[in-house]
């Protein structure tokens, strides 16, 4: 009974030992010095209070440019199996690729010229 997905199966159970093994062990083997400051939240160095002298808040602008990051990002991601199988998919392909690009570009134009992508 050789099954294509028995090396998946075996590869997805030794990821998953190697995890619960890691996280087992470093809670056994690990300090356990808890003190307030070790387990309060961490907001990226910033004091959590209303009196940070950094006014304590990021401004919009820091979260839309890295969700425009994230986007283009996986756009990358999904045009690396069409250029991989370009001569295969025909014009159906490149159209639907073209597509693809249309769409995305679209919105990246909008807020470009919005100015969402300016940092100050």
């Not at 294509?4 to 056994?28: E, H, K, R, Y």
């Not at 959590?48 to 990051?69: C, D, E, N, S, W």
């Amino acid at each position: 009974m050789n099954s294509p997905f028995v090396p998946i199966l075996v590869m997805m159970a030794v990821a998953m030992a190697m995890t619960i093994g890691g996280l087992g062990l470093s809670a056994i083997v690990g300090p356990k010095r808890y003190n307030r400051v070790k387990v309060s939240n961490y907001e990226c160095g910033i004091e959590p209070t209303p009196r940070a002298p950094h006014a304590g808040r990021f401004q919009i602008k820091y979260y839309l440019v890295a969700m425009t990051f994230i986007i283009f990002d996986i756009e990358v991601v999904f045009m690396y199996p069409w250029a991989v199988g370009f001569s295969t998919v025909g014009v159906f392909g490149l159209v639907a690729m073209l597509s693809f690009i249309f769409l995305i570009t679209v919105p990246y134009v909008y807020e470009w010229r919005r100015g969402g992508l300016d940092w100050i």
